[in-house]
Nanobody, 123 residues
């Protein structure tokens, strides 16, 4: 059984919006900060190097964002339903990538990557 499942990606025009969801099993992220990571398609480096953290949310709801997505992306979590969301607005071409969720920091969670969900922003 997959520990982490991401979905909600798709093809969208620049300026559009998408909402990503990440569901996880049991209490694997209980008490942990959870983040959304982005990997550019074709990047063959090890996941730890290739996946850029774009947003994170603490168990209590404190959030942080990479500068390039501030004001456009909103991360939220539903602890009761083991789900983390990423609302993506005003999408840009450079937001294209495969989005994954995992713990922040990654130490101890290297085996918990899901399959990710592909977001493609077109002009």
């Amino acid at each position: 059984q997959a520990h982490v499942v991401e979905f909600g990606g798709g093809l969208v025009q620049a300026g559009g919006s998408l909402r990503l969801s990440c569901t996880f099993s049991g209490d694997i992220f209980s008490g942990k900060t959870v983040g959304w990571y982005r990997q550019v398609p074709g990047d063959q480096r090890h996941p730890v190097a290739a996946r850029e953290l774009v947003a994170g949310i603490s168990p209590g709801g404190s959030t942080n964002y990479r500068d390039k997505v501030k004001g456009r992306f909103t991360i939220s979590r539903d602890n009761a339903n083991n789900t983390v969301y990423l609302q993506m607005n005003s999408l840009k071409l450079e937001d294209t990538g495969v989005y994954y969720c995992n713990a922040v920091p990654l130490y101890g969670f290297y085996d918990y990557w899901g399959k990710g969900t592909l977001v493609t922003v077109s002009s």
